[in-house]
């Protein structure tokens, strides 16, 4: 069957206003359909219009005369075989959004070696850019929270300006290292050594580990530590804080800290290492190279228990 031909009764000239050809293509305003449906309407020189096509697996809208076209102000979404959305502008892919919902802005892939944003359809967020700050946080007209940090739906902390200050509340400082088991308790006074500690083979969480590009290499001011066996210990650093999964120790350093403490202590106390991994009261309240921190909650228990404290190593 031939090309259907429809006049647009609008027109004063014979003109075609909508073919339907022989495959059941349609296109209105267009003369030649390669696939699919077609708009394309003409104003002032330029084309605008619509264009579904099923041979390619694509949707174009937008308008695509020579000038708009020279100037890059068209929008093509395009799907592919492997089931994704993808957004070009000026021939070039600006987003693109995979089969299972992730979104990428800027980039194709998951690395973080490429600059751009991807956004993971459970939540995460991974963002990346060259030479210049990542993220900048701006809060207009009044002092309060910048971010907030929450752990089962619950907040835990936050970070606030006032005026001219920025505060990092519910604070704990943490250093990673490495040279003590991991069974090790949380609480237990650590001193350095006179050695750097290294990079792990990988980094991050369980189940989302990758290669550490860094891995072997000594880093720069992170000493290595060992379990205080020294009373009075002037090389203190801190208390377990946790571990992560490359089984590296966060030592508590400075902010608030549970410390394993032995004997009975009241608040205000200052401590010392005990010798054994745990701490124990300061004989004077003056703050020295071997104070570990201050007792905020006190307890009057002779044994071994932990402390909550606001810690002073540093």
Request: glycine fraction near 12%; include cysteine; charged fraction near 20%.
């Amino acid at each position: 069957m031939s090309n259907l031909l429809v006049q647009n009764i609008k027109h004063t000239n014979d003109t075609t206003a909508m073919t339907i050809d022989s495959s059941g293509n349609v296109g209105i305003g267009a003369t030649s359909v390669s696939s699919g449906f077609q708009t394309e309407l003409n104003h002032s020189g330029e084309t605008y219009g619509l264009k579904l096509t099923n041979g390619s697996n694509s949707i174009r809208f937008g308008a695509g005369g020579p000038e708009i076209s020279a100037t890059g102000a068209r929008l093509d979404i395009r799907t592919t075989d492997s089931n994704e959305m993808r957004f070009y502008t000026n021939n070039s892919e600006r987003m693109r959004v995979d089969s299972s919902g992730h979104f990428y802005l800027g980039k194709t892939t998951t690395t973080s070696a490429d600059a751009g944003i991807f956004m993971q359809s459970n939540g995460g967020i991974d963002a990346t850019r060259s030479a210049s700050r990542v993220v900048a946080l701006n809060r207009l007209s009044d002092d309060g929270q910048l971010m907030a940090f929450a752990q089962a739906n619950s907040e835990e902390g936050n970070i606030s300006v006032s005026g001219s200050t920025v505060s990092y509340n519910g604070f704990s400082g943490l250093h990673e290292s490495s040279g003590i088991a991991t069974n090790t308790s949380i609480g237990t006074v650590v001193s350095t050594i006179d050695e750097l500690d290294v990079y792990s083979s990988k980094q991050g969480e369980t189940g989302s580990e990758t290669d550490n590009p860094k891995s072997g290499q000594t880093r720069t001011d992170h000493a290595k530590v060992k379990v205080s066996n020294t009373t009075g210990d002037k090389a203190v650093y801190g208390v377990v804080g946790s571990f992560n999964a490359q089984g590296k120790v966060n030592v508590a350093s400075v902010g608030i800290g549970s410390v394993r403490v032995t004997g009975a202590c009241a608040k205000g106390d200052l401590l010392e290492s005990n010798g054994d991994g745990t701490a124990k009261v300061q004989s004077d309240d003056i703050v020295r190279s071997k104070t570990i921190g201050k007792v905020t909650i006190g307890n009057s228990n002779s044994g071994v228990k932990l402390v909550s404290c606001v810690l002073y190593c540093g």
